[in-house]
T-cell receptor
Framework: GEDVEQSLFLSVREGDSSVINCTYT??????LYWYKQEPGAGLQLLTY?????DMKQDQRLTVLLNKKDKHLSLRIADTQTGDSAIYFC???????????FGTGTSLTVIP | ETGVTQTPRHLVMGMTNKKSLKCEQH?????MYWYKQSAKKPLELMFV???????ENNSVPSRFSPECPNSSHLFLHLHTLQPEDSALYLC?????????????FGPGTRLLVL
């Protein structure tokens, strides 16, 4: 299968910006997603970006896509303690039904 | 509230037991999915159903048996599981199975096999 890689941990102070990075290998990726998983809960879709876009902004969230380097990032502005969770990057190609997820980045926000 | 519910939320079973996981979506979607989430591993897609018909089966052992009686309900029947099957099992749904579709996840069933 395709590889989607993320660093496992990130720690930031409340009020700072968080940047979570993701790299993927599938050059035919069409949609890329960010999901949030809080303790004991399923995955919550945060945002997604189509592969012909470079950037998407949604309130405190900014997604940047560098298709040449196959690099996706999620920036959370003014990070709050409620943002502490695991964040999953996922990509889906335009072939088949496969959805490829990264291992998740555990974000800890320090008050 | 994601519109996708799963029961039970937690399940402990022995290796000789038979149990079933249930998923229900209230979003009017036509596609449903089962995923396995193990610690420190990427989410693994197990099964995909579209309009009650299985369209993807990712080499999942036969001790996992899915059932989709209608587009709102999805079951995962478990039989003679192994301890390594302990994981969080997530159900998801989407409008269709096309690559442009986003998936909406349930809270998961935390399964422990003893």
């Amino acid at each position: 299968g395709e590889d989607v890689e993320q660093s496992l941990f990130l720690s930031v102070r409340e009020g700072d910006s968080s940047v979570i990075n993701c790299t993927y290998t599938d050059s035919s990726s069409t949609y890329l997603y960010w999901y949030k998983q809080e303790p004991g809960a399923g995955l919550q879709l945060l945002t997604y970006i189509f592969s012909n876009m470079d950037m998407k902004q949604d309130q405190r969230l900014t997604v940047l896509l560098n298709k040449k380097d196959k690099h996706l990032s999620l920036r959370i502005a003014d990070t709050q303690t409620g943002d502490s969770a695991i964040y999953f990057c996922a990509e889906r190609s335009n072939t088949g039904n496969q959805f490829y997820f990264g291992t998740g980045t555990s974000l800890t926000v320090i008050p | 509230e994601t519109g996708v519910t799963q029961t039970p939320r937690h399940l402990v079973m022995g290796m000789t037991n038979k149990k079933s996981l249930k998923c229900e979506q209230h979003l009017g979607h036509n596609a449903m999915y089962w995923y396995k989430q193990s610690a420190k591993k990427p989410l693994e897609l197990m099964f995909v159903y579209s309009l009650e018909e299985r369209v993807e089966n990712n080499s999942v052992p036969s001790r996992f048996s899915p059932e989709c009686p209608n587009s709102s309900h999805l079951f995962l029947h478990l039989h003679t599981l192994q301890p390594e099957d302990s994981a969080l099992y997530l159900c998801a749904s989407s409008q269709e199975t096309g690559y442009w579709e986003t998936q909406y996840f349930g809270p998961g069933t935390r399964l422990l096999v003893l």
